[in-house]
């Protein structure tokens, strides 16, 4: 019981790795706060924790808008008295060179992979501020630090997260609030499914390719990821602050080092 009596809240928590942290964050003690914009999806996630006698909630909300945000954390902080935790997790995936990129499709990812993580923390530091204590995860990727093939609206994405942790660390630490980032390389997840088929002809060609970036013959798993968020949610990672954890199979100290 890793997370007793701890509350956490996840976005996106509806699919692949945050589905996945939401049932370890809940078996290991914590009441989660389930968000996702897709409701038949975060209600599953609830359902399995509650079937494994867990504690969830499940609130709907689109991360890039603030009225909704503001909601949720309403919501969240009515029903449990405050949030410990908050891993900002949603984000989508963009595919492309930066010429190849729509104005449409690059305002999006900005403000999905962004925004989102802007605006949950901007709703929630508050309270963490007043209770001087709180944890928080955010989702880069490990294209923050290497140069992927037409990945440039994502990589620029999860490298401004990166940075985004840097700065609000500095800012709350004297509050007694950890902010650090989780760097995953390749997850197997419906979001990286979704990847394969737009990007391959063949997916398992597309596949391979993959785990050439990488030591590990295995792809990720989203439990690998959600094990990491565990670590950085709990008080055993109290000497964690502004810091990058990477769960890459070796892609950026390994291939690329
Ligand atoms: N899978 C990987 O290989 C990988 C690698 C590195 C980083 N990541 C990051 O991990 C995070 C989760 O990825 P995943 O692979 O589990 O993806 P996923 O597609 O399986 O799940 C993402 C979830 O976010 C939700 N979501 C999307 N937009 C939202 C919004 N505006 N508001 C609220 N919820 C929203 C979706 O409905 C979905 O349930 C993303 O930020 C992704 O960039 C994934």
């Excluded at 897709?38 to 494994?52: L, M, P």
């Excluded at 305002?107 to 989102?116: L, V």
């Excluded at 309270?127 to 928080?136: F, P």
């Excluded at 390749?186 to 030591?215: C, H, M, W």
Aim: negative net charge; contains cysteine.
């Amino acid at each position: 019981m890793r997370l007793r009596d701890k509350v956490c809240l996840i976005t996106g928590a509806g699919s692949g790795i945050g589905q996945s942290t939401a049932a370890l964050f809940a078996a290991e003690g914590a009441a989660v706060i389930v968000n996702d914009l897709d409701d038949g999806k975060g209600q599953d996630t609830v359902s399995r924790i509650e079937a494994a006698g867990g504690t969830a909630l499940y609130i709907r909300a689109d991360v890039t808008r603030p009225d909704e945000v503001s909601a949720m954390t309403e919501r969240a902080l009515a029903r449990f008295g405050r949030i410990d935790a908050l891993f900002n997790n949603a984000g989508i995936s963009g595919v492309g060179m930066l010429h190849e990129v729509e104005p449409d499709a690059w305002d999006r990812i900005m403000s999905i992979n962004i925004k989102g993580v802007y605006l949950p923390s901007k709703y929630i530091v508050p309270h963490m501020m007043e209770r001087r204590q709180g944890t928080i995860i955010n989702m880069s990727s490990c294209v923050a630090e290497i140069g992927l093939a037409r990945r440039a609206s994502y990589a620029a994405t999860k490298g401004a997260v990166l940075a985004l942790t840097k700065s609000m660390q500095v800012d709350y630490a004297p509050y007694g609030i950890r902010v650090n980032a989780l760097l995953p390389g390749t997850i197997l997840t419906p979001f990286v499914e979704t990847y394969l088929r737009n990007s391959y002809d063949d997916p398992e060609a597309g596949l391979e390719s993959i785990k050439k970036r990488q030591l590990s013959e295995e792809l990720g798993r989203p439990e690998d990821v959600a094990k990491a968020a565990l670590f950085l949610a709990s008080d055993e990672s109290k000497f964690m602050m502004g810091s990058p954890l990477y769960i890459d199979g070796g892609a950026v100290f390994g291939k690329n080092a």
